[in-house]
């Protein structure tokens, strides 16, 4: 479940994505996250067919990853505390694990559709 | 008395459809022929693969790329099957849904098997959707992305199913032990893993990519197509099959294989069957240790009836019919380099052990030369009309002319295969009987062990 982005077209103008990038940081760490040791891509909801079909198709390394850092968080939010400064995600470390399987399976269910609505013209 | 209103109005229907013009775009199947009807398969060289073709009428073509893969081939078990379920599955250009839609418009079959020692994939279609198959062939071997997640969700569960199959399937694992007795490694891989295989250890997406690239090397693969010209495949070969690479990286080493022989036996709930095997003889298409006189064996031995209601003339058929329950057939597998002639029973194990005795009985009593003419006449014509037929099949002469193509051999030649089955001599029959008497024997059985005899019990030496 990918949601809506303006991402692509604002990265296709290099003088608004100067512009928007400081306040897209701003912004990630003003969302505290990465202060609880999370990436982005831990914030998608799992309530959906397509995001449990890519949480299964992770490889073994990232998905004990992905449940080691949600487990480190939800502690975190019982005890009412941050990480400390060097456990914390930082930017670099935020990148983008499971959209990209999200948009692949989206982008099969769209071709399934696509092939399924298909109108067919004889060979003439 | 006919009415005359009924003539009248079907003349005129008849004539109506006469006069009817048929659009003209697409062939009737009269006109469809190409070329003249040939058996015989054309080959050549293109760009470092072997290509070869049979223009046989018809409005339809089956195309099919043999690799040298087969589980002979594989170096952990499981790749053969692997690499086969993978057949099909996504590529960097299309997916896996997109390449079964669009056959499926064209109405094309797909279409992915292995043998011991070849993998093969086909497609049968229409003929005029040749170079859409051929391309997609191309595609197939050398594009396939062999994704993690699909192993996991799709060709893992086949596997584990045809493991599952296999091991409630006692005449199937009776042949696979007797392949493992006679020949040990290579050969005597079995056909699909066997259930108790530690899979999970050999097998992933990253061991059965890393197995296509050299299976799908240039040199390790064939192209065969039985419904296209020479011309054409040719053409469409050179230019769709130019991603392939061009060698492997580690090519897989062709050890002639050494029959050994010995017994073994498993228990099984479910069903009995045995397999007594000796050194058979190799195929036609691998030239000089091709033995006829093998075939013409297994013929005389025989065992299922050529014709209904009667238990034919064959020796073992005449056997097994005194013991009601069991069956026995003589196959006689050939490979590139060496055979293996089995005779497979099947039924409950008390006919079984009767019934093998009975079959050894026969067996010797041909290396003694006790045959009459007529048996042994009728034998070399059954050889004759079994390997022709071979040949004239579709699918088996594509796998025997692609598998001998690559194996450094001939294409499958069918009428000096027929040529060869007549030349045996009862004298040289009689020979081979002994010789496979006097050597090492390889007895498997699978089954009920407090019936099922042991070699020694049967008058067989291991």
Known sequence: MSQPSLASAIRARPWLQKMV????????????????????DDLIPEESETVLLALKRLPPQEAYDRVFRLRRAFQCSLAHQLLPKDQQTKPSEDIAYLSPIIKEIEAEAKERLDLESLSITKRK | MISRSAIGRHAQLALRRQSCVQPSARRGLAAVSTGETSFSYESADVGGIKVASRDVAGPTTKLAVVAKAGTRYEQLPGLTVGLERFAFKNTQKRSALRITRESELL???????????????EAKFLRED?????????????????????????????????????????????????????????????????????????????SISEFAQDAYAKPNISVVANGATQEELSKWVGQFFSQTPATSANPFTSTSSTYYGGEERISHASGNAMVIAFPGSSSFTSGASYKPEMAVLAALLGGKSSIKWSPGFSLLSKAASAFPGASATTTHFSYSDTGLLAIQFSGSAKAIRDASTEAIKSLKSISEGSISKEDFTKAVAIAKYRALEEGQNIEAGLVATGAGLVHGGKPFQIS???????????????AAAKALLEGKVTVSSVGDLYVLPFAEEIGLKV
């Open chain 2, 107 to 121: 109405g094309g079959q797909l279409n992915a098997y292995h043998t011991r020692e070849s993998l093969v994939i």
């Open chain 2, 130 to 206: 040749l170079p859409y198959f051929t391309e997609l062939l191309g595609e197939v071997i050398a594009e396939t992305k062999y994704t993690d997640h699909e192993y996991h969700e799709q060709v893992e569960e086949l596997i584990h199913l045809s493991q599952k199959k296999l091991l409630a399937n006692v005449s199937e694992l009776a042949i696979n032990s007797a392949h493992g007795i006679a020949f040990h490694r290579g050969l005597g891989n079995p056909l699909y893993p066997t259930s108790s295989t530690p899979l999970a250890k050999y097998l992933n997406a990253g």
């Open chain 1, 21 to 40: 990038t400081p306040l897209a940081n701003w912004y990630c760490n003003a969302a505290g996250y990465r202060k609880l040791g999370l990436r982005a």
């Open chain 2, 416 to 430: 000096e295969v027929g040529k060869s089955v007549e030349s045996v001599s009862a004298q040289k029959l009689q």
